[in-house]
């Protein structure tokens, strides 16, 4: 089954270039952008494919996630069409946020809960979708936390391992396509939507399951990177919502001799270590998991805001060497 799931995603990788390409479905590149170069946008849509593909499989189990993930994947590739506003976007990613965590089964909680869960779930689908502004990092970094999902999942089964299974057939079809130094394609908002609430879907059953803050870890790298450079952007009084190049992943591209597809990379490797630490850890008391979660997290922040005040040092470096003699 997985054989035949992999050529027909790779059938329709094809179908859908042709389509897009026919179609103008073209993302041309401003002074935000990481490439420099028309690239055809929307190729996350095989993640969606790869979805449906596992639900037909099991009879639509799940109706609720269903329904979510395939309200975010419309409202995203229209997104990707015309461009919607945030106002018109954020009801719809609340409400798909809501779906899912009903699914779970947060409402059974205290509602401060899933109140709480709906604010923090849309934030992560949107620090998700402004990923995919380098060659490579939204698939790879998605590859590295299935990995970890499927590692922590794999002796006391909570999520289906053929969903897994699917998704990084997905990310391995599309990676042909990015994981290269002139992307054939990006994810666009319908990819990298999807795979956020995918994600989203299973590390907060993770979270629920098993009532540890640890399974956040799945997500640091990025997270924190993410969580940081929005609080960083709302100081500088910056428009959150909009397209930015303050990521460190986008700083080390721009400020250092690495490429997309090495930053992309470094980012997925070190996720996946944390991996692995955390699957050394999660044996031990809850106790044990609070203190290692607090102590990632505080030594991702040290070395994001480490790394950024080099890149900053690069910058004034660089405007000293050239400024005119005085």
């Not at 109140?115 to 923090?120: G, H, M, R, V």
């Not at 986008?250 to 944390?274: C, E, M, N």
Request: proline share 4%.
């Amino acid at each position: 089954m997985y054989i035949i799931t992999f050529l027909l995603l790779c059938f329709l990788s094809v179908v859908y270039l042709k389509l897009a390409d026919k179609l103008n479905i073209i993302d041309k590149p401003n002074q935000r952008s990481s490439h420099t170069v028309p690239t055809i946008r929307g190729g996350g849509i095989l993640f969606v494919v790869a979805f449906l593909l596992d639900q037909m499989s099991v009879g639509f189990t799940e109706i609720y996630f269903s329904i979510a993930v395939l309200l975010i994947a419309t409202v995203s590739f229209i997104d990707d069409l015309v461009t919607l506003s945030p106002k018109i976007r954020f009801p719809f990613q609340m409400v798909t946020v809501t779906l899912v965590i009903y699914q779970i089964g947060f409402f059974n909680l205290p509602i401060w809960i899933p109140l709480i869960t709906i604010f923090l779930g849309t934030a992560f689908i949107n620090f998700y979708n402004f990923m995919d502004g380098i060659n490579g990092i939204t698939g790879l970094y998605s590859i590295a936390v299935l990995i970890g999902i499927y590692t922590v999942n794999f002796n006391i089964p909570v999520i289906s391992n053929q969903l897994i299974a699917y998704e990084l057939l997905a990310l391995v079809v599309f990676g042909y396509y990015n994981f290269r130094k002139k992307a054939r394609f990006f994810a666009g908002d319908i990819g990298s939507m999807s795979m956020a609430i995918i994600l989203a879907y299973m590390i907060l059953t993770l979270l629920y399951k098993f009532q540890s803050p640890i399974y956040i870890l799945l997500f640091v790298v990025y997270g924190i990177d993410a969580t940081i450079t929005v609080f960083y952007r709302a100081l500088i009084k910056e428009n959150i919502t909009e397209a930015h190049r303050h990521h460190i992943y986008q700083k080390l591209v721009d400020r250092t001799p690495l490429t997309h597809l090495q930053v992309a990379g470094l980012y997925s490797v070190l996720q996946l270590v944390i991996v692995v630490f955390i699957r050394f850890v999660i044996p031990y008391p809850i106790e044990i998991h609070y203190m290692f979660t607090v102590g990632i997290i505080l030594l991702m922040i040290i070395l994001y805001v480490l790394i950024y005040i080099k890149m900053e040092n690069i910058i004034k470096v660089n405007k000293q060497r050239y400024l005119p003699n005085s």
